[in-house]
């Protein structure tokens, strides 16, 4: 396994965020999305008929708080846009009015996987772990070999890399600073 050179804070990458009724699954058109970067600058959507916003970022966490009248505000803390990524994420806002409870700060982590040879490498499992297994967070690489993990609290995690049920790769992960994008590109060399 070898560490790739990671992209610098000035790349974007893309963010798609779906809004919908978590009752009836009904798109949330005219929703208020407030963006808010760990540099505190704030940006402002509202979602399409079809409850979506779009947008490009420079790649580092976020934090997300989502309103709708009628529905509890939601925050969603800690969601990760990767340099040269487009990544959607889906979120249902419950009926009724108020906010909803106090979230930790968190952070996100996210990179590339590529074979030996510079390819990228899908479909291979990414699973953070720590608290004697209380915080897991689990996905799966993309066709682009791209991987985002969000919401992650500080603690300091095992990062396991599986393909075809084999482990690939194995290292702890300090994660201290919730205000950080946490970005690791890993070169497997052996595949």
Known sequence: MEHLQTAGPDFTGSLRCTLLDRRSSVPLQGARITCIGRDNRITRFDADRFGRFDTTLPQGTYDLVVSAGGYLS???????VLAG?????TRALVPGEGSGADVAAATALGGYICDRFGRPVGNVTIHLAAGGGDKTHTTRTERDGAYLLHGIVPDVYDLTICALERRLVREYV????PKEFIRIDLRLMQM
């Open 74 to 80: 939601l925050l969603v803390r800690g969601v990760g």
């Open 85 to 89: 990524h487009h990544h959607s994420i």
């Open 174 to 177: 300090p994660i201290a600073n």
